[in-house]
């Protein structure tokens, strides 16, 4: 089945520029999706279609897309931002599959 | 204001079933397709099915398919989950949420429902 790989963990400093990736063999053809999820709550949507920002969503979260690989990039990282972070894409079927989440750390 | 309402959770025995539903108000129900997601306590997301805007498609994950049938009543708003044949790796919070459109094109998850509980245990 297919399966988007994210990292389980990335730390970066506060005020500093934080990279998610998330990588997965159809990401050429499909658009990746990225979410943000505090502790105890929904899923909020942060990128969709690689790089487009919903409204409501600070500027410092952006989103790219190159090849086999999407990356959600925070740019001057908050405290505020230490949650957990999924990307969701769909395979050639049109199922849906999420990658396995990334817990990002400000510190 | 979009708005997902599920219901229809608690705690059931494995082997049993359970139906879900998800109450959708605030945008035009029948343009969008719906999803399940569901979490496992203290995992990750996992995708679990879909239903077309129309109901003439749906696509099911393959840790459910077979056991659960996902649905819709346009007429009443509303999105179902039938989970039958459950199983302890079933227990988990489960999300409904509506697919996005941009521009035409649809895709992602735009809006969630805050989830409810379903445990499966003896």
């Known amino acids: 089945s297919y399966e988007l790989t994210q990292p389980p963990s990335v730390s970066v400093s506060p005020g500093q520029t934080a990279r998610i990736t998330c990588s997965g063999d159809?990401?050429?053809?499909?658009?990746a999706y990225w979410y943000q999820q505090k502790s105890g709550q929904a899923p909020v949507l942060v990128i969709y279609?690689?790089?487009k920002r919903p409204s409501g969503i600070p500027e410092r979260f952006s989103g790219s897309s190159s090849g086999t690989m999407a990356t959600l990039t925070i740019n001057g990282a908050q405290m505020e931002d230490e949650v957990d972070y999924y990307c969701?894409?769909?395979?050639?079927?049109?199922?849906?599959?999420f990658g396995g989440g990334t817990k990002l750390t400000v510190l | 204001q979009v708005q997902l309402v599920e219901s229809g959770g608690g705690v059931v025995q494995p082997g049993r079933s359970l139906r879900l539903s998800c109450a959708a108000s605030?945008?035009?129900?029948?343009?969008?397709?719906i999803h399940w997601v569901r979490q496992a306590p203290g995992k990750g997301l996992e995708w679990v099915a879909v239903?077309?805007?129309?109901?003439?498609?749906?696509s099911y994950a393959d840790s459910v398919k077979g056991r659960f049938t996902i649905s819709r009543d346009n007429s009443k708003n509303t999105l179902y989950l039938q989970m039958n044949s459950l199983r302890a790796e079933d227990t988990a919070v489960y999300y409904c949420?509506?697919?996005?459109?941009?521009?035409?094109?649809?895709?992602?998850?735009?809006?969630w429902g805050q989830g409810i509980l379903v445990t499966v245990s003896s």
């Open positions: 949420a509506r697919e996005g459109i941009y521009g035409g094109n649809s895709g992602g998850l735009d809006y």
């Open positions: 605030g945008f035009t129900f029948n343009n969008h397709g």
């Open positions: 239903i077309w805007y129309d109901g003439s498609k749906k």
């Open positions: 159809a990401l050429p053809k499909k658009y």
């Open positions: 279609e690689d790089s």
């Open positions: 969701y894409s769909t395979d050639s079927s049109g199922k849906g599959v």
